[in-house]
């Protein structure tokens, strides 16, 4: 449970504004791969860092994670921000995508 599609909701309309998850379980190296999506009307508020965020709570609550993986684009400057604002490091390129881990043990709380 939990490591799938989770959506985003918003509190005040009931409306749904975007989507996070995991693409699967943790591998035998305790590594599990995340993503989000916020509609366009609803970016820019904080919604999206603070969905990630506690999705990021949840995923290190499960004692088999030892690390986060994610990917974004290079130019996609607010994705960027929200990465590097939960402590995740810049560990690769490929074209035009940025490569990030959040490992364990450097997890900022």
Do not use: C
Request: glycine letters at 10%; proline letters at 2%.
């Amino acid at each position: 449970m939990g490591w799938g599609v989770w959506l985003m909701i918003h509190i005040a309309d009931f409306s749904l504004i975007g989507d996070l998850g995991f693409i699967g379980k943790p591998d035998q190296t305790g590594t599990v791969e995340m993503g989000y999506e916020v509609l366009s009307a609803y970016r820019q508020q904080g919604f999206a860092f603070e969905a990630v965020q506690a999705l990021v709570n949840f995923a290190f609550s499960q004692r088999e994670l030892k690390k986060i993986i994610a990917h974004s684009p290079d130019d996609h400057t607010a994705s960027i921000r929200i990465l590097e604002k939960l402590g995740m490091q810049e560990i690769g390129r490929d074209e035009n995508l940025l490569k990030w881990e959040l490992k364990l043990e450097s997890r900022q709380l």
